[in-house]
């Protein structure tokens, strides 16, 4: 319960998800597994059962599911139902992090008059529909400073506010060890294993890490991720093409990417568009891994350059290649580059500290809300 004399806020966060396959999802339960419960009641809506709801729940969240679907036109029964559940379970504030639950949110926050902040994870949107999403939205928030040229033609820069994501040290640190992947695969203890973790897609740019591969000596690469049918059926074409089907080893979509990173490496991320600020970067650092990341986005704020990794141009394989090759041949690099990303993660990137400044900024926009509302009682 709320201290005495104390409002306890009742918060509506929004998914398009009902697994934990993103980094986003693993923001969400973070912030709300850290939540102060004293202060913010978190309840979620998601767009039905499954991992997600289990990990909410599992956080300390009360789960609502229905699915919004897509936005091909206003659907009124949406709207409906989002302001039938404010109403019954008096939400204060919506936390919104995709494109069309922000618009069913927002045009919802803007007829119960609440405040909506909009979580925004990806340098890339449309312009259109960018323009609404924020003219609904009471504040916005980026992961990463980069992400502000996505917004460089909106004036009102009060409503814009960076705050990174986080990574739980003490969970990260000793999450349950998981039978070894290299045993898994039978990779040798001394083969130097680099790792590429995330979503398989045409932004995610395996294609180019893959050509990197055939100029990297003495190592192998994990391959860990889902994704489009087509693409990963390119990327594993390119294997056999470039006749390094002996050192890639696609493992699919995995849940023990903890115990994974903790046995890889380098962290290779040759992703060229699209991205935020990768949660597999800050993990990779917290694990003591050196990262090779390319100048994409929020990329070059998590990896110092030079001194916890390197950031490369974008589709340069030859450079992906020649980083690579550098970290695998020197191991006393490699060592010195993790001490020296898990040092950064500590001073920057913990999930205390991204709590700490969006509860924050919560209390700062139901203080402003609470004070129009009375206004507007006044008069």
């Given at each position: 319960m709320a201290g005495k004399g104390r409002k306890r806020y009742n918060i509506l966060y929004t998914t398009s998800f009902a697994s934990m396959m993103g980094g986003g999802q693993w923001s969400l339960y973070y912030l709300i597994k850290h939540l102060n419960k004293d202060i913010f009641h978190p309840i979620v809506l998601c767009p039905k059962e499954g991992e997600l709801a289990d990990k909410m729940r599992a956080a300390g969240s009360e789960v609502v599911s229905f699915?919004?679907?897509?936005?091909?036109?206003?659907?009124?029964?949406?709207?409906?139902?989002?302001?039938?559940?404010?109403?019954?379970?008096?939400?204060?504030?919506?936390?919104?992090?995709?494109?069309?639950?922000?618009?069913?949110?927002?045009?919802?926050?803007?007829?119960?008059?609440?405040?909506?902040?909009?979580?925004?994870?990806?340098?890339e949107g449309e312009w259109f529909l960018d323009r609404i999403l924020s003219l609904l939205s009471t504040q916005l928030i980026f992961v990463a400073n980069a992400i502000e040229s996505r917004f460089d033609w909106l004036k009102d820069t009060q409503k814009m506010v960076v705050i990174y994501n986080g990574i739980d040290l003490d969970e990260f640190d000793n999450f349950p060890v998981t039978p070894s992947i290299r045993a898994e695969f039978k990779i040798n203890k001394d083969t130097v294993l680099l790792g590429c973790i995330g979503r398989i897609e045409k932004r995610k740019g395996q294609e180019y890490l893959i050509a990197a591969m055939r100029l990297v000596d003495n190592a192998k690469l994990l391959l860990v991720g889902s994704g489009e049918e087509k693409y990963v059926k390119r990327v594993k074409t390119l294997f056999e093409e470039f006749e390094i089907s002996d050192r890639v080893i696609h493992v699919g979509y995995r849940q023990d990417i903890s115990s994974i990173i903790k046995e890889i490496d380098i962290i290779v991320f040759p992703t060229i568009r699209g991205e935020g600020f990768p949660r597999v970067i800050l993990e990779a650092m917290a694990a003591g891994k050196p990262i090779v990341a390319t100048d994409n986005a929020g990329n070059p704020e998590a990896v110092e350059d030079g001194i916890t990794g390197y950031i490369v141009p974008l589709k340069d394989s030859l450079a992906l290649a020649r980083r690579a090759n550098e970290l695998v041949l020197d191991k006393e690099k490699r060592d010195r580059m993790g001490a020296a990303g898990k040092k950064r993660v500590v001073k920057n990137f913990t999930i205390e500290e991204n709590v700490k400044k969006t509860q924050k900024l919560y209390l700062n926009i139901l203080e402003k809300s609470n004070k129009k509302k009375d206004g507007a009682r006044t008069n």
């Open positions: 699915n919004m679907g897509r936005i091909r036109y206003v659907n009124p029964l949406v709207i409906k139902k989002l302001i039938n559940l404010i109403k019954e379970s008096r939400i204060d504030l919506i936390h919104t992090d995709s494109s069309t639950e922000t618009f069913y949110a927002g045009i919802t926050a803007r007829i119960m008059r609440i405040p909506l902040i909009w979580h925004i994870r990806t340098s």
